[in-house]
């Protein structure tokens, strides 16, 4: 895997935690747009517009491209860890869900925080990031 995907995938591991407040956080946004300013100083009114703030809000969460982009990284994250042996998320956990710990994969081999050797790990969080950045569909090569 190149270092560049390594590293999207790792930085989207590091927010996993907070994927549900982003994704609450957009949808408040969408549902609680601010106003435009009108610039129509003095006109008339607009004529064919219609009122259905509800409609379109609803409209426009099920089709807001950064919302479904949320949710579908957050799924694909879930997916992994339910595919993942309970080492693998162990892993996964302490590397990048804590805030910064500042712990290495040799750092829970040598604490036995994982009960696996080095390389063991290191192939463990190998392809679990392989298995992310697929479901990503993000070039692994």
Known sequence: MRRAIQHAVEDILRDYPKFPQYIKEREQELLHPTPDPDDNVGGGRAENKR???????????????????????YKAIDDCLDDSGEI???IIQELYFKPHTGKRIVDLCEQHIIPVSTTKAYDLRNQFLEKLAKKLHLDVL
């Open 88 to 90: 693998t998320t162990k």
């Open 51 to 73: 009122k259905d703030p509800t409609g379109r809000s609803a409209i426009t969460i099920a089709d807001d491209g950064m919302l479904l982009a949320l949710k579908k990284e």
